[in-house]
């Protein structure tokens, strides 16, 4: 395992850039000075005699790197406009990942903020050229204050007693009205996954929940704050809720149809090194159900 940190670029096409061994042509140069913590600002009331809170500004990475090396003619002019229109966008985003020697993954979505503003003085695909003649700025418009860390899973599904795989029957029958009328279940168990989620980071982990029918009006929720889904998920459909802030949907998978309307109650997120408990219950559940929920720890870092 190398004792250093592997930088790499995903763009918004999806192909990894290793910009620490720069094998695609494009390396981090020396003397970077972009990659400090996301900032911070305090806010005080009563006459500045009062603390009342602190904010974390968005991350923007200004970096330096090296496009081209020692490539000339059109090689060197490929791979430029290859980095500079279609790697980077103002538009799209990509992911900025750093990986720790420890195996820790770091990863900011990020759009390009501004271009360079390279002056050339001189053909840059000349033969004369030295590498360090074209190192330019790359400057990150990070989409929020943190750096997300790996995700945390889990998933429940059934609770199947001593193997029987026979699925719970709703309230209202199989067929869904009619007698006789059935005691509901939850049909969800802790031993099929973590009751709990940790959050080990330094900002709010707001988690993502993937609801994989059949089941009928699931309530799904971190600690005292819960949603619930009014309503079927039929068999074959898969609902995804996502509850960060600014970017919260609900949407089925396959169709990509809101069903927004369909979900109440409160957001939370995860708070700050807490451990907290999940809440996870639904109805006519079966074999193929499944409720899974994922987050990922914020830090002000990148490594």
Not at 112 to 124: A, G, M, R, S, V
Not at 253 to 273: I, L, M, N, Q
Not at 281 to 294: K, L, W
Request: glycine share 12%; charged share 25%; aromatic share 10%.
């Amino acid at each position: 395992m190398p004792e250093q940190l592997i930088c790499e670029w995903i763009d918004p096409r999806g192909k990894v850039w290793d910009l620490t061994g720069g094998a695609e042509g494009v390396i981090l140069a020396e003397g970077q000075e972009g990659l400090e913590a996301s900032q911070h600002e305090h806010t005080f009331v009563r006459g500045e005699s009062q603390w009342a809170g602190v904010s974390i500004r968005r991350a923007e990475p200004t970096l330096k790197i090296e496009v081209g090396g020692t490539l000339t003619g059109q090689e060197y002019y490929s791979l430029a406009e290859e980095w500079w229109s279609l790697a980077n966008s103002p538009e799209k985003e990509g992911i900025l990942r750093f990986t720790r020697p420890d195996g820790m993954v770091r990863e900011l979505r990020a759009r390009l903020n501004k271009t360079p503003e390279t002056t050339w003085t001189y053909d840059p695909g000349a033969p004369f050229c030295e590498s360090k003649d074209r190192v330019e700025a790359w400057i990150l418009a990070g989409s929020t204050p943190y750096w997300e860390g790996a995700p945390q899973s889990t998933t429940f599904g059934i609770d199947i007693a001593q193997g029987d795989k026979k699925a719970a029957i709703p309230f209202f029958g199989p067929e869904g009205h009619g007698w006789p009328l059935y005691i509901s279940q939850p049909e969800v168990t802790a031993g099929k996954g973590n009751a709990y989620l940790t959050n080990s980071g330094q900002g709010p982990m707001w988690v993502t929940w993937r609801l994989v029918g059949p089941m009928v009006n699931p309530h799904i929720g971190v600690g005292d704050s819960v949603l619930v889904y009014k309503g079927e998920i039929a068999a074959g459909e898969v609902v995804v809720i996502t509850t960060r802030p600014g970017e919260r949907t609900v949407i089925e998978e396959h169709t990509g149809d809101s069903r927004f309307s369909k979900v109440g109650g409160a957001y939370a997120p995860v708070p700050v090194g807490e451990k907290i408990r999940l809440v996870v219950s639904a109805e006519g559940m079966t074999s193929d159900s499944a409720i899974e929920v994922t987050g990922r720890p914020q830090y002000r870092r990148p490594f």
